[in-house]
């Protein structure tokens, strides 16, 4: 929501190039990219329905092959 | 190297963006500070938000003529709308009594005379719906072209400028009644 009134006192000043470059991070802006693209990679030991999975697979070939 | 190999090379790897950003992050940050009020920290914000969705979505940029700032001024509009449309507090915006005058001016030399104060035009723009009052932000308060303005809404110069003098005839309508 907005909404527009006069300034009476002073013309707006636009910020100098050194304030604009404090804001101005090109790794930040990429380490944000990373985060949004990449997968996180989690260790398949932490991540339990998974490892339960590979247990049940594993267990059901151990049975399939003994007999 | 050009601009549109720098943009294939960084359609390829995201690390050639960063020559992209480094020329217009100026430009972007001032066009969203003006928008928003002067608030330098949301500034900030907006301004890497617009340049994650374009380095997110370069791949999607076709080359039709424009100039890349426009595509980038395209998504930063957008972001400009989805802040005010997230903060719950009504954010005031100042305009100088120069950019009223002149869209007064502007208007008259377009045969639409404006006589009222200050006041009542800005009341009448805070009336507005969102598009009509981003239009009149956009050609009068932040003094961009038509062409510009056109190349943002993806519509020919002269139906921008249609749409923008219409809406000054309504408001003039609407003054009357």
């Known amino acids: ?67 | 190297m050009d601009e549109a190999e720098i943009i294939e090379k960084a359609k390829l790897d995201r690390k050639h963006f960063g020559i992209l950003y480094d020329k217009y992050f100026t430009l972007i940050f001032r066009f969203v500070f003006k928008r928003l009020g002067c608030d330098e920290q949301t500034t900030g914000d907006v301004t890497q938000q617009t340049f994650l969705k374009a380095m997110l979505n370069i791949d999607k940029y076709t080359d039709r003529g424009l100039p890349f700032s426009s595509w980038l001024y395209r998504i930063a509009h957008n972001e400009v709308n989805l802040h005010f449309r997230d903060v719950k507090k009504k954010k005031e915006i100042g305009i100088d009594a120069s950019d009223l005058h002149n869209l007064k001016n502007e208007s008259s030399e377009e045969n639409i005379p404006i006589s009222k104060s200050n006041e009542e035009l800005i009341k009448a723009i805070n009336n507005l719906d969102l598009e009509n009052s981003n239009l009149i932000e956009l050609r009068f308060f932040l003094k961009m072209s038509f062409k510009e303005i056109a190349d943002i809404y993806n519509i020919s110069e002269a139906s921008c400028k249609m749409k923008t003098y219409r809406i000054l005839e309504k408001m003039n309508k609407n003054w009357g009644k």
Do not use: G, Q, W
């Not at chain 1, 009476?8 to 949004?36: C, Q």
């Open chain 1, 1 to 67: 929501m907005r909404e527009f009134k006069e300034n009476k006192d002073k013309n707006t000043e636009l910020p100098s190039d050194s304030v604009i470059n404090k804001y101005k991070d090109f790794s930040r802006l990429h380490a944000n990219y990373d985060k949004v693209t990449k997968r996180p990679k989690k260790p398949i030991y932490k991540d339990p329905k998974l490892f339960i999975l590979l247990l049940l697979i594993l267990l059901l070939c151990i049975v399939f092959f003994s007999e």
